[in-house]
């Protein structure tokens, strides 16, 4: 018999399903647009603006992250598109961003597009790193690992992998313990947060 609390219960697991296929839908879609965009900018450089670019990129790409008051100016409407164009043009130019990268980014304005610039810069170092025959890897930990087992680490991977990679090492206490490796996209997860998300995927399913 249905109870009014398994109908409850029901009805809840399907909003939750139904609203991570949104989150999930429109992440995918900004990746997407992202990287087509960083694309289109890593055509219209040489080798020399490459890396300059990059590192502008990533700079401005913190910023809207870090900076509530930044985002506020370039989503709204309040602000007028040469004034946007202008901050950003003046951060960038901070950055060392070549002149390619100025008019990208006033493109960025005029297409409501500049909330995408983390994604953008991800996307574009990707593209830098693959130029150079590198491999981007992050590894996540729930404490800051000894400078030492960073080293041992690096190089287990170096050997594994057999090519040039460049790992950043992140720590998120929610691991509680283990490694998680991020390479591409596939992830390597030995975390206990991840072993218990997985158990908890596996018993819904049941």
Request: hydrophobic share 45%; aromatic share 4%; charged share 25%.
């Given at each position: 018999?249905?109870?009014?609390?398994?109908?409850?219960?029901?009805?809840?697991?399907?909003?939750?399903?139904?609203?991570?296929?949104?989150?999930?839908?429109?992440?995918?879609?900004?990746?997407?647009?992202?990287?087509?965009?960083?694309?289109?900018?890593?055509?219209?450089?040489?080798?020399?603006?490459?890396?300059?670019?990059?590192?502008?990129?990533?700079?401005?790409?913190?910023?809207?992250?870090d900076s509530v008051a930044l985002?506020?100016?370039?989503a709204s409407p309040a602000f007028?598109?040469?004034?946007?164009?202008?901050?950003?043009?003046?951060?960038?130019?901070?950055?060392?961003?070549?002149?390619?990268?100025?008019?990208?980014?006033?493109?960025?304005?005029?297409?409501?597009?500049?909330?995408?610039?983390?994604?953008?810069?991800?996307?574009?170092?990707?593209?830098?790193d693959a130029s150079k025959g590198?491999?981007?890897?992050?590894?996540?930990?729930?404490?800051?690992?000894?400078?030492?087992?960073?080293?041992?680490?690096?190089?287990?991977?170096?050997?594994?992998?057999?090519?040039?990679?460049?790992?950043?090492?992140?720590?998120?206490?929610?691991?509680?313990?283990?490694?998680?490796?991020?390479?591409?996209?596939?992830?390597?997860?030995?975390?206990?947060?991840?072993?218990?998300?997985?158990?908890?995927?596996?018993?819904?399913?049941?």
């Amino acid at each position: 018999m249905l109870t009014w609390r398994s109908a409850f219960r029901a009805g809840a697991r399907r909003l939750i399903s139904l609203s991570k296929r949104r989150i999930n839908g429109r992440i995918v879609i900004k990746t997407a647009v992202a990287r087509r965009y960083a694309q289109a900018l890593f055509e219209l450089l040489d080798a020399s603006t490459i890396e300059p670019t990059r590192e502008a990129l990533t700079g401005l790409g913190q910023a809207i992250k870090d900076s509530v008051a930044l985002r506020h100016v370039v989503a709204s409407p309040a602000f007028g598109t040469e004034v946007k164009i202008a901050i950003l043009a003046e951060l960038g130019s901070r950055l060392g961003c070549p002149p390619v990268g100025q008019t990208f980014l006033g493109q960025l304005v005029k297409k409501n597009r500049v909330g995408f610039l983390p994604e953008i810069a991800e996307a574009f170092a990707k593209l830098a790193d693959a130029s150079k025959g590198i491999q981007q890897i992050t590894v996540s930990t729930a404490a800051t690992l000894p400078p030492a087992e960073q080293h041992r680490i690096s190089t287990r991977l170096r050997e594994m992998l057999k090519r040039q990679i460049e790992v950043t090492f992140h720590t998120d206490a929610r691991h509680l313990a283990g490694v998680q490796i991020h390479l591409g996209s596939t992830v390597v997860d030995s975390t206990v947060r991840g072993r218990l998300r997985a158990m908890q995927s596996l018993l819904t399913k049941e």
